[in-house]
Nanobody, 124 residues
Framework: VQLQACGGGLVQPGDSLRLSCAAS????????ISWFRQAPGKEREFVAC???????YYADSVKGRFTMSRDNAKNTVYLQMNSLKPEDTAVYYC???????????????????WGQGTLVTVSS
């Protein structure tokens, strides 16, 4: 599967932004898809995950502000980001894999397929 993320941009603190990750291939519904982000000088970190069944999981830092969803008919996942903070500034990546088990969803090295990343900058 090929993934392509988009939707990043420059926003002010408190604003909202929606990222999209479009996938190619007819087996998208069988992939667990997650969002990771990497801020300058920092390691890549887990943000959110949508399982094959549509169950979502979030990092504590974004819980209550970010909502992830998937539309298997459109081969697309979304990350709705509300109440954005300067510390949310990062390049956001979507990642997917068919073999992810629940205890591993937060580990970036468990994902085989990655999108190219989209930059989100939160600044006043």
């Amino acid at each position: 599967v090929q993934l392509q993320a988009c939707g990043g941009g420059l926003v002010q603190p408190g604003d909202s932004l929606r990222l999209s990750c479009a996938a190619s291939g007819r087996t998208f519904s069988r992939y667990t898809i997650s969002w990771f982000r990497q801020a300058p000088g920092k390691e890549r970190e887990f943000v959110a995950c949508a399982s094959v069944r549509g169950t979502t999981y979030y990092a504590d830092s974004v819980k209550g502000r970010f909502t992830m969803s998937r539309d298997n008919a459109k081969n697309t996942v979304y990350l709705q980001m509300n109440s954005l903070k300067p510390e949310d500034t990062a390049v956001y990546y979507c990642a997917g894999d068919r073999e992810i088990i629940l205890p591993s969803i937060r580990s970036s090295d468990q994902y085989l397929y990655w999108g190219q990343g989209t930059l989100v900058t939160v600044s006043s």
